[in-house]
């Protein structure tokens, strides 16, 4: 299945990519060197416009793949409303619902 990524936000302390097609929007975060007020505050506003982009193009569900490695960002993810989907053996797959 053919999907299109795009980096939507980068800065020194993180990097926020989107994979997309006509049926599926996940959020990919290649890095995070610091997950501090600052840089926790700019990522959930992020994922807010995100969230509310997507639920206004017609998604009904946002995905997050992350690396099983990425303990903190797990608990971040998870205080944005996101669930636990799916190991796939490289990433671990969270959603959550946009409607």
Do not use: C
Not at 27 to 36: D, E, W
Not at 60 to 80: G, Y
Not at 81 to 99: T, W
């Amino acid at each position: 299945m053919k999907s299109t990524r795009l980096t939507i936000a980068e800065t020194d302390k993180y990097k926020v990519d989107v994979e997309y097609n006509e049926f599926f929007a996940i959020l990919h975060l290649p890095f995070i060197k610091q997950l501090n007020k600052e840089t926790y505050k700019a990522l959930v506003k992020k994922f807010q416009e995100l969230k509310d982009f997507f639920q206004e193009v017609g998604y009904d569900k946002l995905w997050v793949a992350l690396e099983p490695e990425k303990t903190v960002l797990t608990k971040f993810i998870s205080r944005l409303g996101f669930s636990f989907v799916a190991d796939s053996g490289v990433y671990k797959v969270y959603n959550v619902e946009l409607n």
